[in-house]
């Protein structure tokens, strides 16, 4: 950059040399020779730009790559509270708009910045050496140019997140459309959709436009101020020349270096303005980063015994969702599971079976009450390892768009095919997934839609029982499956728990 901005400023002193000793001179080897000159300096300038321009952005997309993966690997720790509060669509938009913006700023507009300021300060020296008086001119206009800058910039900043929260918004509302598209269908739902969407989309562009507006202005001003400056120099300069204090090539030199000082100062202004909306989208980024996981382990997390046990207690319970403080989900339970103990929770929905499950597997912490898996109050252990102890079949079955080998491997990567087999024919899954067209091959489409309810359940059940954890939780795990296949599964939950 610096090699790139001394061949644009030295470019200035041959012309003050063509033009002083060539043209005014008359000599035309003076003349050939300094044109040869220029050539070279033209060469170098390319080269250095190459090599600017290539290192630049390339931190830039590095910048981008490091950051999406910090920000994905923190938002794995989140607690499935900060979900709940936090839609998806909305943290999905923040990790790719966001980081791409992030990605633009740092690859061109930052060394856009940086480029313009060195460019500017040199030709600012330039500019001394060649009229003092002339370069205290323009240092006096300067502030007049900077402070509709800064004052614009702040108010460009503030807009620009609003801007990028209302993008998250439409997000956030497509994300959930496409993925209940049946839904959405079958009731006929699409004109409210087209319409929601639509206000979030306009909402969008509003927010946009305010940004832009203040943008607009801001280049406006600054490109008024900055030739209007330049002007006022140039006729100053001008009677200096007619008197005979200055020579035609360093008038032309001083042009040439104001025109620089210029331009670098508006292409500064202008992407000060890229600069405040890159600081909005990084404030965003680090409110995700600055969130503490609610669920972590403790300094020195007590270790669970070895071998396992597969005990399960609760002692008096008492929880209610962050999102319904006041409304106790759970009572002052108690409950008590023996090892190889099989025990069914029965309450009618709402009751608040699942939401024992998930206190089990620590997603939450009690207000009141103990949680103890083999023994050992899960709050003062790892709650990996806690998780590492249990395998779940949730009330609707996960499954990924993946092939079965990656779906049923889920919780134990390393398990080899026949382990595998084993535990599709310990959940009477083997007849249908042999009937599917690529056999275990198959890939499932985005969140299991090839398969149908009873299907998906049976291979929440393989994976469960692959995964060969102490602890077993079906929830409500034959509620998507018809008469015969419910039998089925019982039948295959009581072998896998015995
Ligand atoms: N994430 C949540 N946030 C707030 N309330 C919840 C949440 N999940 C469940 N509830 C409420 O907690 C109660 C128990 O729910 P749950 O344990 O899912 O019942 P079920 O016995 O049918 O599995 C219900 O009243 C439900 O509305
Ligand atoms: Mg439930």
């Known amino acids: 950059m610096l090699v790139a901005a001394g061949c644009t400023l030295a470019v200035g002193q041959g012309l003050k040399f063509v033009v002083d000793r060539g043209f005014s001179a008359g000599d035309a080897d003076e003349l050939d020779r300094a044109l040869f000159a220029l050539l070279a300096i033209i060469a170098a300038m390319s080269v250095a730009t190459y090599v600017r321009f290539y290192n630049v952005s390339w931190i830039g997309e590095r910048v981008t790559a490091d950051l999406r993966k910090r920000v994905f690997d923190h938002l794995l720790t989140l607690s499935p509270g900060f979900f709940e509060v936090t839609r998806t669509g909305e943290v999905i938009s923040r990790l790719t708009n966001d980081t791409t913006m992030l990605e633009s700023v740092i690859g061109s507009s930052l060394s856009m910045a940086l480029r313009n300021i060195v460019l500017g300060i040199g030709a600012l020296i330039l500019l001394m050496l060649t009229s003092l008086k002339l370069t205290l001119l323009v240092l006096g206009g300067l502030p007049v140019v900077v402070l509709p800058i800064i004052l614009f910039g702040r108010r460009v900043r503030r807009l620009s997140r609003t801007s990028q929260d209302r993008v998250a918004d439409t997000g956030a509302y497509v994300d959930e459309a496409i993925h209940e598209i049946r839904t959405v269908q079958a009731y006929a739902h699409e004109p409210q959709d087209r319409r929601a969407y639509g206000d979030r989309v306009e909402a969008a562009f509003g927010a946009g436009v305010r940004r832009i507006r203040q943008r607009a202005l801001l280049i406006g001003a600054v490109i008024f101020l900055v030739f209007v400056a330049v002007g006022i120099i140039l006729w100053i300069g001008g009677h200096d020349v007619l008197a005979g204090r200055l020579s035609a090539g360093q008038l032309s030199a001083f042009v040439f270096y104001s025109v620089i000082v210029a331009s670098s100062v508006g292409a500064v202004s202008e992407v000060a303005g890229e600069l405040q909306r ?40 008492t929880f209610a969702y962050p999102s319904r403080p006041g409304d106790p989900a759970l009572s002052s339970l108690s409950l008590k599971v023996a090892t190889g103990e099989r025990v069914a929770l029965v309450g009618p929905s709402g009751a608040g079976k699942t939401t024992v499950f998930q206190l089990l597997l620590r997603f939450y912490d009690p207000q009141a009450g103990r949680v103890l898996i083999d023994g050992v109050d899960v709050r003062t252990a790892d709650p990996r390892a806690v998780r590492g102890r249990i395998a779940v079949v949730p009330q609707d079955p996960v499954i990924f768009a993946a092939s079965v080998w990656d779906n049923v491997r889920y919780g134990r990567p390393d398990a080899t095919d026949a382990e595998v ?75 896998s728990t015995g």
């Open 421 to 495: 087999r084993d535990a599709c024919e310990a959940a009477y899954a083997t007849e249908f997934l042999a009937r599917l067209p690529q056999g275990m091959d198959s890939e499932l489409g985005e969140r299991g839609v090839r398969l149908s309810g009873g299907q998906r359940q049976r291979l929440a059940i393989a994976r469960a029982v692959l995964a060969r954890r102490p602890i077993l939780l079906l929830d409500e795990a034959t509620s998507a499956l018809d008469a015969e296949s419910e039998r089925t599964v019982q039948r295959c939950s009581s072998r």
């Open 278 to 317: 890159a600081a909005g989208a990084t404030e965003r980024l680090l409110e995700i980063l600055d969130t503490p996981p609610e669920i972590a382990a403790p300094a020195s997390p007590s270790p669970l015994p070895e071998p396992p046990q597969g005990t399960v207690a609760l002692e008096a319970v």
